[in-house]
């Protein structure tokens, strides 16, 4: 929400994504240290190989 770029490993926003359950219609979400709002991957191939990318959500 405030533009703050976190590099995320790849493995850990895997066990975000295995731990929200897996769901194919959302990508992982993380909390943004500097403002508290969402971040989302700026692309990740999910684990059931479904594929998100940052301007599908703005
Ligand atoms: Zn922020």
């Known amino acids: 929400m405030c533009h703050?770029?976190?590099?995320?490993?790849?493995?850990?926003v895997r066990e975000f994504d295995l731990?929200?359950?897996?769901d194919p219609t959302t990508p992982p979400r993380f909390s943004c240290e500097q403002c508290g709002g969402e971040?989302?991957?700026e692309?990740?191939?999910?684990?059931?190989g479904q594929e998100y990318?940052?301007?599908?959500?703005h």
Do not use: A, Q, R, T
Not at 4 to 12: A, H, K, L, S, T
Not at 19 to 22: A, L, N
Not at 43 to 48: F, L, V
């Open 4 to 12: 703050e770029v976190e590099e995320i490993p790849f493995d850990v």
């Open 19 to 22: 731990m929200d359950g897996g």
């Open 39 to 41: 971040m989302y991957p």
């Open 43 to 48: 692309y990740y191939k999910g684990i059931h």
């Open 53 to 57: 990318k940052l301007s599908d959500f």
